[in-house]
C-alpha cells in the first residue's frame, strides 16, 4: 500500500492534500506543530486514519528520523512560513523551516531510497515569490530566478536543493505555485482578511478594510485545483519543475471589489477601503502571473474555479460563519 508523508499538513494546501490521497486509499502520516488543537482534531475529521506526528519542521535531527522510520513512497514538502509580510519579521526562521528543512527532507529521502532500494518520489512547494521583480512575464520554468523578500530567497534555496537531488538520482518534483486560495485560507493573508472583513461589513453596513498597496497584480487560484497538480507533478515519469497558475491577473483593489460586491454593497464597495501605510511591504513582487502551459500539456492540469467563482466561495464562507458565530 502506497505510503504519503507530508509536511505542513496542516495547513491549507495539507488539508486537501491529505483528504485527497486518503480518498485514494494512501496511507498519509503529516508533521504537525500540535495535536490538541482545532486544526489537528479538523484535520482528523475531514481526513480520517491520518497518522500525525507531533514534531518542529526546523528540528533537522528529529525531521531525518520520522522520515526513516515511516518510509514513505510520496513525500509533499509543504511545511514553513508561506506569508511574504511574515517573512520581514522573521528572516531567519524563514531561512530554516522553509529553505533549510527542504534540504533535510529531500536528504532524508535520498537516504530512504539508498538504503531500502525502492524508490522514493518528492513534491516540493516552490513559489512564484522566488522569481521576485520577474525578468519578463507571464513567468514559466524558465524565469530566472530572483528573490526580492526573504521568504522567496528562502524558496529559492530550496527550489534549488530540489534541483540538486533530482541531479543526484531522486524523483524530486516542484509546483512552482502562484497564489491560490480558499475558505480555509488563514485570516493572515490579504485575502481572507478581505473576505472576512467584507462578510462583516456586509452584515453591519459600514467598516472599512485597511490594506496595503491596492495596486498589486496576482494570479489567484482555487487551492484544491493545485494540490491536484501536485499529486500529477510527483506521479509523473519525469520529475521536473512546473508553473502552476491561472495565467489571469486581478489586483488587491479588484479583489476588494469583488468580495464586498458580493457581500452586497454594489456600487458603494469603494467607500470600504482605505490605503494604510501600516499595510505597505518593504518591497514588493509587481506583477506575478503564471504561464502553466508545461503542466496543461504534461499533467494534464486545468484551473477549474475563475477569480469572480473563487472571491465568492470565500465570502459566502465568511458569511455563513459570521451568521453562526452570531447565533
Ligand atoms: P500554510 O497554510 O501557511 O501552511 C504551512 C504549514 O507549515 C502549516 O501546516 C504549518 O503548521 C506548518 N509549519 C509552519 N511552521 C512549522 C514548524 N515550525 N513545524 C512544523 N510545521 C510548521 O501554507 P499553504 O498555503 O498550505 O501552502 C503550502 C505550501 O505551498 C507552502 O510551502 C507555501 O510556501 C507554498 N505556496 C503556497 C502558496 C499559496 O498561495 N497558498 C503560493 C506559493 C507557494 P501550523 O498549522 O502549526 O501553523
Known amino acids: 500500500m502506497t505510503r504519503a508523508f507530508i509536511t505542513g499538513i496542516t495547513g491549507q494546501d495539507g488539508g486537501y492534500l491529505a483528504e485527497q490521497l486518503v480518498a485514494e486509499g494512501i496511507v498519509v502520516h503529516g508533521l504537525a506543530r500540535a495535536l490538541d488543537n482545532d486544526t489537528a482534531r479538523d484535520l482528523l475529521s475531514r481526513a480520517p486514519g491520518v497518522v500525525l506526528h507531533q514534531g518542529d519542521l526546523g528540528d533537522a535531527d528529529y525531521l531525518g528520523q520520522l522520515i526513516a522510520d515511516v518510509r514513505p513512497d510520496e513525500i509533499y514538502n509543504l511545511g514553513g512560513i508561506s506569508s511574504v509580510a511574515y517573512s520581514w519579521q522573521e528572516p531567519v526562521l524563514t531561512a ?99 473576505t472576512d472583513a467584507a462578510a462583516r461589513i456586509g452584515a453591519e453596513g459600514s467598516g472599512v478594510i485597511h490594506l496595503g498597496n491596492l495596486d498589486v497584480c496576482r494570479d489567484w487560484g482555487w487551492a484544491p485545483d493545485y494540490v491536484d497538480a501536485m499529486v500529477r507533478a510527483i506521479r509523473h515519469d519525469i520529475a521536473t519543475d512546473y508553473v502552476i497558475a491561472t495565467g489571469q491577473t486581478h489586483t488587491v483593489a479588484e479583489f476588494a471589489e469583488a468580495a464586498l460586491r458580493r457581500a452586497g454593497l454594489g456600487d458603494g464597495w469603494r467607500d470600504h477601503i482605505e490605503v494604510d501605510a501600516e499595510f505597505l511591504r518593504p518591497a514588493e513582487a509587481p506583477d506575478l502571473v503564471g504561464d502553466a502551459t508545461k503542466a496543461h500539456r504534461e499533467l494534464g492540469w486545468e484551473s477549474t474555479v475563475g477569480f469572480e467563482e473563487l472571491v465568492g466561495r470565500m465570502v459566502a464562507n465568511d458569511m455563513e460563519l459570521l451568521q453562526r458565530s452570531n447565533g
Not at 518528492?122 to 519578463?136: D, M, V
Not at 524558465?142 to 530550496?158: D, H
Request: proline content about 6%; some cysteine.
Open 96 to 194: 530554516r523551516l522553509s529553505g533549510l528543512a527542504a534540504a533535510v527532507v529531500l536528504g532524508a529521502a535520498w537516504k530512504l531510497q539508498e538504503d531500502s532500494g525502492r524508490r522514493v518520489t518528492c513534491l516540493q512547494a516552490s513559489s512564484a515569490e522566488i522569481f521576485g521583480h520577474a525578468a519578463g512575464s507571464p513567468q514559466d520554468e524558465s524565469t530566472p530566478v530572483r528573490p526580492v523578500s526573504p521568504y522567496g530567497a528562502a524558496k529559492a534555496y530550496a527550489h534549488h536543493m530540489a534541483g540538486v537531488y533530482r541531479g543526484r538520482g531522486l524523483h524530486v518534483a516542484t509546483c512552482i505555485f502562484f497564489n491560490h486560495e480558499s475558505p480555509r485560507r488563514p485570516h493572515a493573508f490579504v485575502t481572507r482578511k478581505i
